[in-house]
């Protein structure tokens, strides 16, 4: 292990389509965690991993909180709130461009037992006054004990890197858990189906149901270096 190194476990949390999957795809620079305007979209709590010279994050992009209304809504809650005792740092993710509601309250209550720090991000201020963003702040400051508040956004890029860095100085010394040129602990085969699924709930919009799920036999890479599924 190198001298100073820290490592650790982020969890991204946060209601549906705030922008969970876009701020992962952005830091760790490429697309593994699939993007749709409906809600759920993330079933799997995908691992992308952030690694520099002296740290790597291991961010685990959970499916979205909200109120159960199914039982596959159940197990997808649970499953997120489950991550919270495995990691070293929460990131709660909300929509600039939404007020708070109920979905982001119901998350609240349930990080108020949380011992790790947790750290406000809110995405989307491309979209929004600079002046509604201090409104926001306002809205969400007394609602938990917050180790830091950072607007971003994801799309765009902005304070991604300063967030990024308040993390690297919040986790211990530990030890390089992943390779540096290793960007998520999915197969391949995973990575592609999820792909494939973003397109098809894309194109198909409400004709097939959400829980439509895409199983990949065979992955083949031709001389001219096309990858055919």
Same mark, same amino acid.
């Given at each position: ?20 999957? #876009? ?5 760790? %620079?490429?697309?593994?965690?699939? @993007? +749709?305007?409906?809600?759920?979209? #993330?079933?799997?709590? $995908?691992? %992308?991993?952030?690694? /520099? ?8 992009? #959970? ?15 649970? +499953? ?8 070293? *740092?929460?990131?709660? @993710?909300?929509? *600039? ?5 109920? %979905?982001?309250?119901?998350? $609240? ?26 409104? !926001? @702040?306002?809205?969400? &400051?007394?609602?938990?004990?917050? *180790?830091?508040?950072?607007? $971003? ?11 990024? /860095?308040?993390?690297?100085? #919040?986790?211990? /010394? ?16 995973? !990575? ?9 709930? /894309?194109?198909? &919009?409400?004709?097939?149901?959400? +829980? ?5 036999? &065979? !992955? ?10």
């Amino acid at each position: 292990m190198q001298n100073n190194f820290h490592s650790g476990f982020v969890a991204i949390l946060g209601r549906p389509n705030v922008g969970k999957s #876009t701020f992962l795809n952005r830091v760790v %620079g490429q697309k593994i965690a699939i @993007m +749709s305007d409906k809600a759920q979209t #993330t079933r799997n709590k $995908i691992q %992308g991993i952030y690694t /520099e010279d002296d740290a790597q994050i291991v961010f685990i992009d #959970t499916p979205g909180i909200h109120k159960p209304h199914s039982r596959l809504g159940d197990f997808m809650v649970e +499953s997120a709130l489950s991550t919270l005792n495995e990691v070293d *740092a929460v990131l709660f @993710m909300v929509n *600039a461009t939404q007020k708070r509601g109920r %979905g982001d309250d119901f998350i $609240i209550e349930r990080l108020k037992n949380v011992k790790k720090p947790i750290y406000l991000v809110i995405n989307k201020i491309d979209q929004i006054h600079p002046d509604k963003l201090l409104q !926001i @702040m306002d809205d969400y &400051r007394n609602t938990l004990d917050y *180790a830091e508040v950072f607007p $971003i956004s994801a799309l765009e890029g902005n304070n991604c890197p300063e967030l990024i /860095e308040s993390l690297v100085n #919040t986790l211990p /010394e530990g030890p390089q858990y992943y390779p540096a040129d290793q960007i998520t602990d999915h197969p391949e085969r995973f !990575i592609a189906g999820e792909l494939i699924r973003e397109k098809v709930l /894309e194109l198909t &919009r409400e004709e097939v149901p959400h +829980s439509v799920a895409v199983v990949v036999d &065979r !992955i083949h890479r031709e001389d001219d270096e096309k990858v055919l599924v």
